[in-house]
Structures are given as C-alpha cells and as structure tokens.
C-alpha cells in the first residue's frame, strides 16, 4: 500500500504497527469527510461505500471469478455506467490492475474495489471509484492460490501473463491496446523508481523488495520490446 502511494496510485493511508509481539496494519477511513463547523468540533461525513460485488448483486461467497465473480470486463464496464468521471477512474482502475499484477497480489477479486458515493438523489449523486485499500504480496506465501481472482484476457496465472494478455483485457475494457501496453511499461518503471523509498523495518517486507523488483523489471523489458 505504501508503495502504491509512492509510485502516484490513488491508496488508502497505512501503517503497520505491532502489540505484544503480533503484527497488524492500521488503515485510515477514506470513507469518511471531516468538514469544519462554526464554532464547534468539525462535522463528520460518512461516506457510502458498495463494493464491485454488491454493485453487481453477487454475494461474497462468490467473490472469485472462478466462483460466479465480477470480471474485468465486467469492473470497468461499471465504472463507465455510474462514475460521474468515468476516464479518470477508468484510468485509476487499469492502473490498479497493473499494480495488482506487478507487485504479485493474486486476492485482488470483487470485494477488493468499490464505489464511493457522496450526495443524494439523481441531480446531485456523486458515485466515484474509491482508492486502492486492500493490496498485498500473495506470491509470496506458497500456501496460497497461484491465480488471480480476476482473469487478464484469458490467463489466471500472473507468471504467464504477455502482452498479447493486457491487450485482450484492453478490448474488453474499450481502451487502447497502445495504451495498456505502454502503461504497464510506465507503471514498471515508476513502481522500481518507488521501491527505495518505502521504508519498512520488517523481515517480511526485505524479502519482497528483491521479488516485487524482479516481477516489474521482467514486465518492463517485456512490454518495452
């Protein structure tokens, strides 16, 4: 998540802090506004949140492509029908993806992004994709599954995705094959740029530097070529 923010994605606030020997993560409510009120405490908005899940009317037992999930095609086709600036969260959306894919988090399914909605009513209803808030490393832990919850084009597993994979996806999303490919490309290059500058004093997360590295390189040369 740190790196997320630090290579230009939209993502939630975190830090990892430990008690009595266990790790956890904290992660600051993006869902909420704190607005200023006259001579008093500011005023908190709470924002609706609906994942891609309830958004589509499939219940988290289902969350998996696999198991009868939202697709891709089916994430960004949602986003053109309700998001009230649908290029921007288009384009927050494929970058999510790229990420998902060069940082090796395989769990990314339909519960793992959502709309955010602000006002009422048709003429005032503000929907927007929300940031990044669940992303972690699954390739590392051999206990977990090798495939990703949500397909790119028609592969599952992310050691095998190509090119030829993200411009399928591109088709299914309306957007540019140039585009998606040089994307993946520009996101590589940004996420290794970021790498130094994440500073994490845990075992776990000096492993996954070297690996996170290695997976962006090998996308970098491979969609640059």
């Keep these: 998540m740190k790196l997320a923010a630090a290579a230009g994605l939209s993502a939630a606030a975190v830090e990892t802090r430990n008690v009595d020997g ?20 500011p005023v908190v908005e709470r924002l609706h ?18 198991e009868g999930g939202p697709s891709l095609k089916q994430c960004f086709a949602l986003l ?18 790229i990420y998902n894919y060069l940082v090796g988090n395989n769990d990314a399914h339909g519960k793992n992004f959502s709309l955010l909605y602000r006002g009422a009513g048709k003429e005032n209803l ?32 992310s050691e095998k995705v190509t090119a030829k994979n993200f411009e399928q996806l591109a088709e299914e999303a309306g957007l540019g094959k140039p585009l998606v490919r040089s994307r993946v490309a520009e996101l590589s290059e940004k996420v290794i740029a970021a790498l130094p500058k994440v500073e994490i004093a845990h075992p776990v997360a000096e492993k996954l530097t070297p690996l996170i590295r290695q997976r962006s390189e090998n996308a970098m040369s491979r969609f640059r070529s």
Excluded: W
């Design 126 to 157: 503000v929907i927007r994709l929300s940031p990044i808030y669940d992303v972690v490393n699954t390739v590392y832990y051999p206990e977990l599954s090798r495939d990703m919850a949500m397909r790119i084009g028609d592969e599952y597993l």
């Design 80 to 97: 053109r029908e309700v998001s009230i600036a649908p290029v921007i969260d288009l384009a927050h959306l494929l970058d999510a993806v």
């Design 22 to 41: 266990m790790d956890y993560l904290l992660v600051e409510r993006y869902d909420r506004i704190h607005r200023p009120a006259p001579g008093g405490e």
């Design 49 to 66: 949140q609906e994942d891609f899940c309830q958004a589509h009317g499939i219940v988290p037992e289902h969350k998996y492509q696999k």
